[in-house]
């Protein structure tokens, strides 16, 4: 075999898995056209070059083998033709904003899912020196272990 049609052949059998997640053939089912719009939670512009990762989920709720990574435009959109009705999981990754997740029921031929992506927030330490008149929780404090001369004697 040609050296070319073996590569080529070796390129297409890799990259058909990933695309074998929203192929279905429609005896199958029905699939949807499904389009996303990802946004700045406090200003609604958009986020571009966003992760989409979209995962297949089956009906005990497990996430199963297969599904597609997609990324935004400059308007913060993306879209995929053929996603099978159903549960589908999907996760939002962007360079300095929260990973968001949450399962969606897929069950139109075409849908549009905006998603607010928010900022990270500060983080709370126990070890850390808190002033008295802030939000923070109280820190807890142990009592301290008996001591082995408090014990009565039998």
């Not at 053939?25 to 719009?37: K, R």
């Not at 700045?40 to 979209?54: C, F, L, Q």
């Not at 959109?77 to 969606?104: C, H, M, N, W």
Request: charged letters at 25%; one cysteine or more.
């Amino acid at each position: 075999m040609n050296k070319g049609v073996f590569f080529g052949l070796l390129v297409v059998a890799l990259t058909l898995p990933g695309v074998a997640f929203a192929q279905k053939d429609t005896d199958e089912g029905p699939t949807c056209w499904l389009s996303f719009v990802v946004t700045k939670d406090e200003s609604g512009k958009p986020v571009r070059n966003a992760a989409v990762i979209m995962h297949p989920v089956n009906p005990k709720g497990k996430q199963v083998p297969g599904g597609a990574e997609l990324k935004t435009d400059l308007e913060g959109k993306t879209s995929f033709d053929g996603i099978p009705y159903g549960k589908l999981r999907v996760q939002v990754l962007a360079q300095g904003f929260q990973t968001y997740g949450e399962d969606f029921d897929i069950d139109k031929p075409k849908m549009e899912i905006t998603i607010k992506l928010k900022r990270p927030t500060q983080q709370y330490s126990i070890y850390d020196d808190h002033p008295k008149d802030s939000n923070a929780p109280p820190k807890q404090e142990t009592p301290p272990p008996p001591n082995q001369n408090d014990k009565k004697p039998n």
